[in-house]
């Protein structure tokens, strides 16, 4: 059984890619072990799929190679797929941040990539298990796929990264990486919630369910949208976006109240709830069960009109520059996406070929490449994946 091109992975990249390839008179067989293509497109963006962003640029990606995304997404930009989006009469809306949702559902981005497939002829084989991959001696590839052996003179591996195991998600693509002789950057669960320690997690116990407008900040990087606390310390997009900057050990400060001198509206509000507790003052302004949080870390005690500058001044610290230490993060269960992966220095930029393997190409999460959250990621899926169907 021969083929042209093996994509292994009928994820976003992978999809994409065969279209691409088969559009080019390939002949391309597309393997992925789960029971259904696009899964991970099925429950994004709570089921709307953020197929991409406006604002898309090689700044908002993290790499060890922050420049090797730059060609891909010039080449193959957001434009290029929302005018597929379009042509497939799919209609969509912008949310915040040129963040871009389906009206409908995510289905329909998956029916428009599996209508590409069979319009350029792939084959795809689902439920089928990808065993080895090896180099032939003539050149070419033979891949185990189902217990058979299926040559090709070119494999795309577009098999994701470690997130979300529950769906199927495995380290294959890594261990094809590392048998050629590639290097890995270790991996990591990247857009994923943060966890406290118990000492803070009592003290933030009534606060689980609680959502606010916050900027959280970890060393120089600050990421200005929504909080939420949870059972396990803290989520929201805020949280989600700096986790991926965020590592073991890492302090984060947390602005609860960002572009309001709380300073000055208790001032003002002095002359009129001046015998209010300091905690009820405050209530006014934001949850009242955050405001007895916050109260009580600023150390400020009795009511609003026996506040100082000083009292004021912790309180004011404790709101906009709240600073703690999360233990850990809710790992690849929960995360959105994983860091590290297939070390660019080893691949071309133009093609994703493997520099050390011709042949062998490396697309979307599986490659040390991540995105930010809100559409940055399927991005870099179809960018990746036209680099590499142009050519492989």
């Given at each position: 059984m021969e083929f042209d091109v093996i994509v292994l992975g009928a994820g976003a990249a992978g999809m994409f890619c065969a279209a691409e390839a088969g559009q080019r008179g390939r002949r391309v067989l597309l393997v992925d072990h789960a029971k259904k293509p696009g899964e991970k497109i099925r429950i994004s963006g709570g089921g709307r799929c953020n197929f991409t962003n406006l604002n898309i640029s090689a700044e908002k990606f993290l790499s060890g190679n922050p420049r090797f995304a730059v060609s891909a997404l010039k080449r193959f930009t957001q434009w290029d797929f929302i005018a597929l989006v379009d042509a497939a009469g799919i209609a969509w809306h912008e949310k915040t941040l040129g963040q871009l949702f389906c009206d409908g559902s995510a289905k329909q981005i998956i029916a428009m990539l599996t209508d590409r497939l069979s319009g350029a002829g792939v084959e795809t084989r689902l439920e089928t298990q990808v065993g080895n991959v090896r180099a032939l001696d003539g050149g070419g590839f033979a891949v185990s796929c189902g217990g058979l052996d299926v040559r090709a003179e070119a494999v795309v591996v577009a098999t994701g990264g470690k997130s979300i195991p529950k769906m199927g998600a495995t380290g294959i693509g890594y261990k094809i990486a590392e048998q050629f002789g590639l290097e890995l950057v270790p991996t990591r669960a990247g857009l994923v919630p943060l966890t406290f320690g118990p000492a803070l997690l009592e003290r933030t116990a009534a606060l689980p369910g609680i959502s606010v407008a916050a900027r959280v900040s970890c060393g120089r990087t600050?990421?200005?949208?929504?909080?939420?606390?949870?059972?396990?310390?803290?989520?929201?997009?805020?949280?989600?976006?700096?986790?991926?900057?965020?590592?073991?050990?890492?302090?984060?400060?947390?602005?609860?109240?960002?572009?309001?001198?709380?300073?000055?509206?208790?001032?003002?509000?002095?002359?009129?709830?001046?015998?209010?507790?300091?905690?009820?003052?405050?209530?006014?302004?934001?949850?009242?069960?955050?405001?007895?949080?916050?109260?009580?870390?600023?150390?400020?005690?009795?009511?609003?009109?026996?506040?100082?500058?000083?009292?004021?001044?912790?309180?004011?610290?404790?709101?906009?520059?709240?600073?703690?230490?999360?233990?850990?993060?809710?790992?690849?269960?929960?995360?959105?996406?994983?860091?590290?992966?297939?070390?660019?220095?080893?691949?071309?930029?133009?093609?994703?070929?493997?520099?050390?393997?011709?042949?062998?190409?490396?697309?979307?999460?599986?490659?040390?490449?991540?995105?930010?959250?809100?559409?940055?990621?399927?991005q870099w899926a179809w960018s990746s994946g036209w680099a590499a169907g142009q050519v492989c």
């Open positions: 600050s990421f200005e949208e929504g909080l939420l606390f949870t059972h396990r310390g803290l989520s929201g997009p805020s949280v989600l976006q700096v986790s991926s900057y965020w590592t073991e050990g890492d302090e984060i400060a947390v602005d609860l109240m960002t572009g309001v001198d709380v300073v000055a509206r208790l001032s003002d509000d002095r002359s009129g709830f001046g015998k209010l507790s300091i905690k009820n003052a405050l209530a006014r302004h934001m949850p009242e069960k955050l405001a007895a949080l916050v109260v009580e870390e600023a150390g400020v005690l009795g009511t609003l009109g026996d506040q100082g500058k000083a009292s004021l001044a912790r309180l004011s610290a404790a709101l906009h520059d709240w600073r703690m230490k999360p233990t850990g993060s809710e790992g690849y269960r929960t995360a959105e996406v994983t860091l590290g992966g297939v070390d660019t220095n080893g691949l071309d930029s133009r093609t994703m070929e493997a520099r050390a393997q011709p042949g062998l190409y490396f697309i979307g999460e599986v490659v040390d490449v991540t995105g930010w959250l809100g559409g940055y990621n399927f």
